[in-house]
Nanobody, 128 residues
Framework: VQLQASGGGMVQAGGSLRLSCIVSGVTFSRSSMSWFRQAPGKAREFVAAISWGGATSQYADSVKGRFTISRDNAKNTAYLQMNSLKPEDMAVYYC??????????????????????WGPGTLVTVSS
């Protein structure tokens, strides 16, 4: 299983970036996808997730209304569109995959432990 995240870079506050995560080695259409991030000196935190059927998506309160997670099953790719970026969004962003076609209850889709495989991360830098 391989995940390759891309799209990170440096942007000014208020700007936008779109992250992509290409997944191979699993049945992508039956995989839930997530984005987590880790800032220097901080724990990895949940950002957004989308269910394998695409019907459910959840966001951290800190990004709700600014970030959008989506998926393209034909391309085995998940995306994270990030708008109105803030300096506090600066972090390494990781995509994770749960290939088990699970149905989550409550906030289960936000649980880092549900994602079995992870990519190496992509750095997002936001200047003020």
């Amino acid at each position: 299983v391989q995940l390759q995240a891309s799209g990170g870079g440096m942007v000014q506050a208020g700007g936008s970036l779109r992250l992509s995560c290409i997944v191979s080695g699993v049945t992508f259409s039956r995989s839930s996808m997530s984005w987590f991030r880790q800032a220097p000196g901080k724990a990895r935190e949940f950002v957004a997730a989308i269910s394998w059927g695409g019907a459910t998506s959840q966001y951290a309160d800190s990004v709700k209304g600014r970030f959008t997670i989506s998926r393209d099953n034909a391309k085995n790719t998940a995306y994270l569109q990030m708008n109105s970026l803030k300096p506090e969004d600066m972090a390494v962003y990781y995509c994770g995959v749960d290939p088990r076609a699970r149905t989550y209850s409550g906030f289960g889709i936000r649980n880092r432990g549900n994602y079995l495989y992870w990519g190496p991360g992509t750095l997002v830098t936001v200047s003020s």
